[in-house]
């Protein structure tokens, strides 16, 4: 069974960063692809951005240049650096991988942005 917890969230002032950990555990041979959504109070849960298994990042018009993702293969572990957060950053931030062809999500990490 594959598992994906994620870490790092918290409240933060406008302006200020946060950096969103994923640790898939479980039997994993392969992992195609890594990546955030994010859920805003009534709101639909949303892209954010995705790491494919080529390194390829994409990522939604409203965080680039702001956020960063990277992964650690050998811990199997996403990283989401966020720089200059705003105020309509605030969601719970799910981790979404497909492994072995398997779709898994995280349980979700509150980020709040707010004076």
């Known amino acids: 069974q594959v598992q994906l917890v994620e870490s790092g969230g918290g409240l933060v002032q406008p302006g200020g960063s946060l950096r969103l950990s994923c640790a898939a555990s479980?039997?994993?041979?392969?992992?195609?692809?890594m990546g955030w959504y994010r859920q805003a109070p009534g709101k639909q849960r949303e892209f954010v951005a995705v790491?494919?298994?080529?390194?390829?990042?994409v990522y939604t018009d409203s965080v680039k240049g702001r956020f960063t993702i990277s992964r650690d293969n050998a811990k199997n572990t996403l990283y989401m650096q966020m720089n200059s957060l705003k105020p309509e950053d605030t969601a719970v931030y799910y981790c979404?991988?497909?492994?072995?062809?398997?779709?898994?999500w995280g349980q979700g990490t509150q980020v709040t942005v707010s004076s």
């Open positions: 790491m494919h298994s080529a390194g390829i990042t």
């Open positions: 479980g039997r994993i041979l392969s992992i195609n692809h």
């Open positions: 979404n991988a497909q492994i072995q062809r398997n779709d898994y």
